[in-house]
């Protein structure tokens, strides 16, 4: 259990930094400045306005917490319920899909801080 703890303290620090960053964005951006959103492997390539696309990651990081509290409740009782405990790598797999969206929420707005013609975005 300790593990599933660690688990929701470390993506709750996670998802926390995630809306402070796009909160941070939401005041320095002027309106309507542009921000990139990920649309899949060939990199940034949709440019969103702030209004829209500052929502759209800490949604998409509320869905992979969601996701990854339910594997983690399962494995969690599955290893109780056979004395083992498997959760230590699996709670380290499951928090690295959130480490990945933060760096690529910082990132992007770097980038439009930079678009915008701001530094420190």
Avoid: C, Q
Avoid at 60 to 80: D, E, F, K
Avoid at 86 to 94: K, N, R, V
């Amino acid at each position: 259990m300790p593990v599933a703890i660690g688990f929701a303290v470390v993506s709750g620090l996670l998802m926390f930094w995630m809306v402070a960053l796009a909160r941070r964005a939401w005041r320095t951006l002027p309106p309507g400045a542009p921000v990139p959103v990920h649309g899949g492997p060939a990199g940034w390539d949709k440019w969103r306005p702030k209004e829209s696309a500052l929502l759209v990651w800490p949604v998409i990081a509320g869905l992979i917490w969601l996701v990854n509290l339910g594997i983690m409740i399962y494995t969690v009782t599955a290893a109780h319920a056979r004395s083992a405990d498997g959760t230590s790598a699996m709670s380290a797999l499951l928090i690295l899909p959130m480490i990945i969206l933060l760096v690529s929420e910082h990132l992007a707005l770097k980038a439009a801080g930079r678009a915008a013609g701001e530094s420190g975005t």
